[in-house]
């Protein structure tokens, strides 16, 4: 037991999830083989077993797999769904805490730059150069759509002066990453535009800044850091609540389709964020794509089935289960119980209690885990006759 969690928390480590569960049947294997072979607690029973130390290593798997089989039943969806809200929060507001400042942080500092005397003027070389290659593109093409003319027009006019001032700049570029979130939906060469001109925005924007000396300056790469991160929370906030539906008048969130929109538009976050923030965000999300919403649960596959498909399912189980028991009546109730005991659990799991045990199963699967494999290792020692300690005949020559 004491090598089982060992074994359970190096595995955690390595690999959690899986890694806990393989490192407590690694270290529950390697701890009934110890006590087996060299019994340094000198419990008595060290006469060496291979069936006790194959039972160490294999029970580990049942309670990871009876979690599995429950929370794949149909019903916990709902519940899997709450723990995932409480993780990220109704909005994804724990996910933005990850890299945003507080709302309202680059005003502040925008503010405390102009009244330091900061009049920059933002020379818009790059993003006339981009609305120019547009332009042609779309002059030559039969096939732009008005958007892309649109965007073409609109941004001729922004650059036309030459040079904007900072807070007309920044107003634009807000708005332009709006129109590239608004585009989101439905693709196309105008997306790939807008994406251009934001890009473009960007480097005009750093380039003016690299002039901006002293105190001032400082306080304006500080706004401009914090008015990126907002911008990027901003893409975060339409991504996630794009990813939303609502099933049975709950909301429910497809991780699978978030960490899709944040790697189709990585081009653009990248400029707003750094490379490691980036993948710091979908490393958080990971974990969490397994969590299927309540109409799409490919992942777990046993509620997907249909009711008769189930039923035969859960009554070869519950046969199986109740002819080693109890012989051949024994798997005819079984199999009825099977039945049952599948349908009754999977409607209680769609009560408020059901959905808050199957969160806390969620939330802490590999202390369950743990503990369930306790339970079932001091069951096995419990249960095993005891064993005389076999004697070790030492060769003569070696005395």
Same mark, same amino acid.
């Given at each position: 037991?004491?090598?089982?969690?060992?074994?359970?928390?190096?595995?955690?480590?390595?690999?959690? $999830?899986?890694?806990?569960?393989?490192?407590?049947?690694?270290?529950?294997?390697?701890? +009934?083989?110890?006590?087996?072979? #060299?019994?340094?607690?000198? *419990?008595?029973?060290?006469?060496?077993?291979?069936?006790?130390?194959?039972?160490?290593?294999?029970?580990?798997?049942?309670? @990871?797999?009876?979690?599995?089989?429950?929370?794949?039943?149909?019903?916990?969806?709902?519940?899997?769904?709450?723990?995932?809200?409480?993780?990220?929060?109704?909005?994804?507001?724990?996910?933005?805490?990850?890299?945003?400042?507080?709302?309202?942080?680059?005003?502040?500092?925008?503010?405390?730059?102009?009244?330091? $005397?900061?009049?920059?003027?933002?020379?818009?070389?790059?993003?006339?150069?981009?609305?120019?290659?547009?332009?042609?593109?779309?002059?030559?093409?039969?096939?732009?759509?008005?958007? !892309?003319?649109?965007?073409?027009?609109?941004?001729?006019?922004?650059? +036309?002066?030459?040079?904007?001032?900072?807070?007309?700049?920044?107003?634009?570029?807000?708005?332009? $990453?709006?129109? #590239?979130?608004?585009?989101?939906?439905?693709?196309?060469?105008?997306?790939?535009?807008?994406?251009?001109?934001?890009?473009?925005?960007?480097?005009?924007?750093?380039? @003016?800044?690299?002039?901006?000396?002293?105190?001032?300056?400082?306080?304006?790469?500080?706004?401009?850091?914090? =008015?990126?991160? +907002?911008?990027?929370?901003?893409? =975060?906030?339409? =991504?996630?609540?794009? !990813?939303?539906?609502?099933?049975?008048?709950?909301?429910?969130?497809? #991780?699978?389709?978030?960490?899709? /929109?944040?790697?189709?538009?990585?081009?653009?976050? /990248?400029?707003?964020?750094?490379? *490691?923030?980036?993948?710091?965000?979908?490393?958080?999300?990971?974990?969490?794509? /397994?969590?299927?919403?309540?109409?799409?649960?490919?992942?777990?596959?046993?509620?997907?089935?249909?009711?008769? +498909?189930?039923?035969?399912?859960?009554?070869?189980?519950?046969?199986?289960? $109740?002819?080693?028991?109890?012989?051949?009546?024994?798997?005819?109730?079984?199999? @009825?119980?099977?039945?049952?005991?599948?349908?009754?659990?999977?409607?209680?799991?769609?009560?408020?209690?059901?959905?808050?045990?199957?969160?806390?199963? @969620?939330?802490?699967?590999?202390?369950?885990?743990?503990?369930?494999?306790?339970?079932?290792?001091? *069951?096995?020692?419990?249960? *095993?006759?005891?064993?005389?300690?076999?004697?070790?005949?030492?060769?003569?020559?070696?005395?």
């Amino acid at each position: 037991m004491i090598g089982g969690a060992l074994g359970a928390a190096g595995g955690t480590l390595v690999a959690p $999830g899986p890694g806990t569960v393989g490192g407590a049947m690694v270290g529950s294997g390697a701890g +009934e083989a110890l006590t087996q072979f #060299v019994d340094p607690f000198k *419990s008595g029973v060290t006469e060496a077993s291979v069936a006790q130390i194959v039972a160490a290593t294999g029970l580990p798997m049942v309670p @990871a797999a009876a979690r599995r089989v429950f929370m794949s039943l149909p019903g916990a969806a709902a519940g899997l769904q709450e723990f995932l809200f409480r993780r990220l929060g109704n909005a994804g507001e724990r996910v933005l805490s990850l890299f945003a400042p507080t709302p309202g942080t680059a005003t502040r500092l925008f503010e405390a730059a102009r009244q330091s $005397g900061a009049t920059l003027n933002i020379a818009v070389t790059e993003t006339a150069q981009v609305t120019k290659e547009i332009a042609e593109e779309v002059g030559k093409s039969k096939f732009a759509t008005s958007g !892309s003319a649109a965007l073409a027009k609109k941004a001729g006019e922004f650059v +036309e002066p030459g040079a904007v001032p900072f807070n007309e700049f920044r107003l634009n570029q807000s708005d332009l $990453g709006a129109v #590239v979130r608004s585009l989101e939906r439905k693709g196309g060469a105008a997306l790939g535009r807008a994406k251009q001109l934001y890009g473009a925005m960007w480097d005009d924007l750093n380039a @003016a800044l690299g002039q901006a000396q002293g105190p001032t300056g400082e306080t304006l790469r500080a706004a401009i850091d914090a =008015f990126k991160r +907002e911008e990027a929370a901003a893409f =975060f906030k339409e =991504f996630f609540t794009a !990813s939303t539906l609502r099933r049975v008048g709950r909301q429910n969130l497809d #991780v699978d389709a978030l960490m899709t /929109k944040i790697d189709r538009h990585r081009d653009v976050l /990248k400029r707003l964020l750094p490379e *490691s923030e980036i993948g710091e965000v979908l490393t958080t999300l990971a974990p969490l794509a /397994k969590i299927p919403t309540m109409a799409k649960t490919p992942r777990l596959g046993f509620e997907t089935m249909p009711f008769a +498909e189930r039923a035969v399912v859960s009554a070869g189980a519950g046969a199986i289960l $109740g002819g080693v028991t109890l012989g051949g009546a024994g798997a005819v109730g079984g199999a @009825a119980t099977g039945v049952l005991a599948t349908e009754a659990i999977s409607v209680a799991l769609t009560t408020a209690p059901g959905r808050l045990f199957v969160r806390m199963m @969620a939330e802490r699967g590999a202390t369950l885990d743990q503990l369930g494999n306790v339970l079932l290792q001091s *069951s096995r020692v419990a249960l *095993s006759p005891p064993r005389a300690r076999p004697q070790v005949r030492i060769p003569q020559m070696l005395r």
